[in-house]
Nanobody
């Protein structure tokens, strides 16, 4: 089992920045891709960005140029730096880890961007 604990969400004004962190614990060996997803009220959960163990990144179009995903394998932690936030970025952000074809999820952290 893999446990994921997110932190760093909160309330910010449009144009502001937030940094999300997600620390993995438990059976952390063989964790491959880690990423961030988000779910706004009434909408499906969607990928924001992910990063492979080797550092290859993938971003949703909505995140390109504003968000940066990074990873510290020694700390088993993935980060999401979010800049130039918009009200439409408001959602619950979930950390995800893929290990041996299983997906694990964190409990989610709320990000609210006011206009």
């Amino acid at each position: 089992q893999v446990q994921l604990v997110e932190s760093g969400g909160g309330l910010v004004q449009a144009g502001g920045s937030l940094r999300l962190s997600c620390a993995a614990s438990g059976s952390i060996s063989y964790i491959n891709t880690m990423g961030w997803y988000r779910q706004a009220p009434g909408k499906q959960r969607e990928l924001v960005a992910d990063i492979s163990r080797g550092g290859t990144t993938n971003y949703a179009d909505s995140a390109k140029g504003r968000f940066t995903i990074s990873r510290d394998n020694a700390k088993n932690t993935v980060y999401l730096q979010m800049n130039s936030l918009k009200p439409e970025d408001t959602a619950v952000y979930y950390c995800n880890a893929n290990r041996l074809r299983f997906n694990y999820w964190g409990q989610g952290t709320q990000v609210t961007v006011s206009s």
